[in-house]
């Protein structure tokens, strides 16, 4: 079965500085995407940034990147110049090519100090 | 992005009633819908899926009869908590996705609904 560890409960950034959030997943799967989802204290889920599998170039969403090591099944999240908006819950999530579920991880609480 | 709206966002209940959450697709066709409880500051928990037109799948653990879920349409669908109990007080978000004409692997996500029972 698929799994997703986000290693890093809490982190914690300086305004304008930039953040990396964590994520491994193991999967025996060749096809995939990968997502990070922003949940702020609203609680409503929002998706920071998404990357298919087969793509060798890692995806970017103006302040947002990721790193996508495919061999090492790692997944981590860049926040550059950190906004006090930015201050959520981050899960980082895997769906299989052919499949329904999405499998999240635990979750990193970033804060953003002014 | 596509919107799927969730109501109600609160609700408080007494213990033995029942209670039903509703999640719509607001301009796309659900195929399939997702059900989540999330304590806090814990991840979604996967509680069941249902595809329109057929029974849920529900995951390991999860009560089939106290928490039902129906897929009538492809626009809809609900989860009533039965005889809801004060351990059913949670947070609960729905998500859909549309496996014939959205992007692969994409969800989206209702605003969920916080859920008391007094």
């Known amino acids: 079965a698929q799994t997703v560890t986000q290693s890093q409960p809490e982190m914690s950034v300086q305004e304008a500085e930039t953040v990396t959030l964590s994520c491994t997943y193991d999967t025996s799967e060749s096809d995939y995407y990968l997502f990070w989802y922003k949940q702020p204290p609203s609680r409503q889920m929002i998706l920071v940034i998404r990357q298919e599998a087969y793509k060798q170039q890692n995806a970017t969403e103006n302040r947002f990147s990721v790193n996508f090591q495919k061999a090492a099944k790692s997944f981590s999240l860049k926040i550059s110049d950190s906004q006090l908006g ?9 769906s299989p090519e052919y499949g329904n579920k999405l499998v999240f991880g635990a979750g990193t609480i970033l804060r953003v100090k002014s | 992005g596509a919107v799927v709206s969730q109501h109600p966002s609160r609700v408080i209940c007494k213990s033995g ?11 796309f ?5 997702f059900w989540y409880r ?3 500051k814990q991840s979604l928990m996967l509680m069941a899926t249902s595809n329109e037109g057929s029974k849920a799948t529900y995951e390991q653990g999860v009560e089939k009869d106290k ?6 349409s492809l626009t809809l669908s609900t989860l009533t908590v039965t005889s809801a109990h004060p351990e059913d007080s949670s947070f609960y978000i729905c998500s859909a996705r ?3 004409t959205g992007r692969p692997g994409e969800a989206f996500f209702g605003q969920g609904t916080r859920l008391t029972v007094v």
């Open chain 2, 38 to 40: 999330q304590f806090p």
């Open chain 1, 86 to 94: 930015d201050a959520a819950m981050y899960f980082c999530a895997y």
């Open chain 2, 17 to 27: 009633t029942s209670v039903k959450i509703e999640c719509r697709s607001l301009d």
């Open chain 2, 67 to 72: 928490f039902l879920i129906n897929h009538a």
């Open chain 2, 98 to 100: 549309d496996l014939l």
């Open chain 2, 29 to 33: 066709q659900a195929t399939t819908m």
